[in-house]
């Protein structure tokens, strides 16, 4: 049976589309993207299929990269199936995030294939992974101490992302490129033995095949899917675990209650954990065996106060009888300027808003009683008014109080955890903090019987889903 009818019949099996679907190719320009475009474009048609490419330029091989793109590029002229690209500094990315080379380009390759995907409206984006990569991805996460989650390799089906060709090998594939004459480009750097997976390829997959024969991929990718199958189900019992034992804290932290999550069998926990550290990752990142390891004795031997960090920048830290999760980002250093009347977004987790308050001055009417909303004597604030985070040497005067007291035994008296502390937005003048948000505000812009003019304050969580339209 020809390739195209054994690719339309996995489609189907696995559902990987429907008649309709706009589907966004990844394309390098190598053998198995050109492939896998050929493939679409023949079915394009009679699935009703609205077609594109993206092509991402690492950067890293200078003219030859420039020739990937410009091959691809016109490959999709010809075909009259438009072309969206982009050009990334990996190596800079890789350096700055403490990433592998092959980590940093495969992090940045899927952040913008999503951000096609999310803004111009794509049901799906097909990539061209094959069984000899499923073989490879399995036994990569084996050697680096993965559990079940690595042990499965690479799915079918992950959310939006498909890959119809992991049904066949990289010399099936060659041979219909062959075939079918298409012209594609050769990476040189897929020989090259400083990369991982270059290496699991090269001196361990290609000699198993040359001594076992080339069933040994299908094979390894067998046992690939049955680890998927007894992940399916220990997923099952996970999601029980996570509603009863995981809740989501006041700021963007994930907050797990040890001892009933002890309860459980380990399987069951790790796959807790996975679900906690995918939530707050947001990259294709997966947590190593070493990973689950510490988590785990955090919870059953840990102090308080004691913390650890994970991949992809998620700190967790043993307070009590929790286990608090939460990601760390430099952008929580920064000052973000405050614009009178416009929301304004912080980080991921929340946005703030500040605006002039028409109504009369009525002392009784200011006695708030939500934390998140404060309103302020406007003519006491000096502007400019920013919101930012905790910093060493910080002090205000609380209300209610005459002397001005240091921020972090503010935090402590207010037994407020120290992983939240450096959570907390602070709305800061040009003297220093004035609202403590969601907590206090300072002695010195609060409402008297003189306030002329009122500054209404106020701080949301952010829905990630419905994103305003005044946000900076």
């Not at 793109?69 to 690209?85: G, K, L, S, Y």
């Not at 700055?96 to 111009?120: D, K, M, Q, T």
């Not at 980080?347 to 808003?353: G, H, Q, S, T, Y």
Request: charge should be positive; glycine fraction near 8%.
């Amino acid at each position: 049976m020809e390739l195209i009818h054994h690719f339309e019949s996995y489609c189907q099996q696995h559902a990987l589309f429907r008649s309709g679907d706009g589907i966004l190719m990844g394309v390098s320009g190598g053998c198995d993207s050109m492939t896998l475009l050929d493939l679409f474009c023949r079915i394009r048609e009679t699935e009703d299929l609205s077609l594109s490419v993206a092509h991402l330029h690492h950067g890293l091989r200078g003219e030859s990269a420039d020739l990937d793109e410009a091959f691809v590029r016109r490959h999709c002229m010809d075909r009259e199936i438009p072309f969206f690209t982009e050009k990334a500094d990996v190596q800079e990315f890789a350096a700055s995030c403490n990433h592998s080379i092959e980590e940093a380009g495969r992090i940045l390759r899927y952040r913008f294939f999503r951000s096609l995907l999310e803004n111009l409206g794509f049901n799906k984006i097909a990539l061209g992974h094959h069984a000899d990569d499923h073989a490879e991805t399995v036994l990569l996460h084996l050697f680096r101490g993965s559990g079940l989650r690595g042990a499965r390799g690479i799915l079918p089906v992950n959310g939006p992302l498909i890959r119809p060709l992991l049904f066949t090998s990289k010399n099936e594939i060659e041979a219909y490129a062959a075939f079918r004459k298409l012209d594609y480009r050769k990476d040189p750097t897929n020989e090259e033995r400083r990369y991982f997976r270059n290496r699991i390829r090269l001196d361990i997959l290609d000699p198993l095949k040359r001594e076992f024969g080339s069933g040994v991929v299908r094979n390894i990718g067998r046992f690939g899917t049955v680890a998927g199958e007894a992940l399916e189900f220990i997923d099952h019992e996970a999601e029980a675990a996570f509603s009863r034992t995981v809740r989501l804290g006041q700021w963007g932290e994930i907050l797990l209650d040890i001892f009933p999550f002890l309860s459980y069998f380990k399987a069951v926990q790790k796959a807790v954990v996975s679900r906690i550290f995918s939530k707050l990752s947001k990259e294709d990142v997966f947590l190593q065996a070493v990973d689950y390891r510490r988590i785990l004795s955090l919870a059953e031997a840990g102090t308080s106060g004691r913390g650890l960090r994970l991949p992809a920048d998620v700190q967790v830290t043993r307070t009590g009888a929790q286990l608090v999760f939460l990601k760390v980002s430099s952008a929580d250093l920064r000052s973000v300027p405050i614009r009178i009347g416009e929301w304004v977004r912080v980080n991921d987790d929340f946005r703030i808003r500040a605006t002039n308050h028409g109504g009369a001055v009525s002392l009784p009417g200011f006695r708030n009683t939500y934390p998140m909303t404060e309103y302020l004597d406007r003519d006491a604030i000096r502007f400019p008014l920013v919101v930012r985070f905790f910093r060493k040497g910080d002090r205000f005067v609380p209300l209610g109080m005459q002397q001005p007291k240091k921020l972090k035994r503010f935090f402590i008296d207010e037994k407020i955890p120290n992983y939240c502390r450096g959570r907390i937005p602070l709305l800061s003048d040009a003297v220093g903090p004035i609202w403590i948000v969601g907590h206090r505000i300072s002695e010195r812009v609060k409402i008297t019987q003189n306030t002329k003019a009122v500054l209404k304050t106020e701080a949301e969580p952010i829905d990630k889903h419905q994103p305003n339209s005044n946000e900076s």
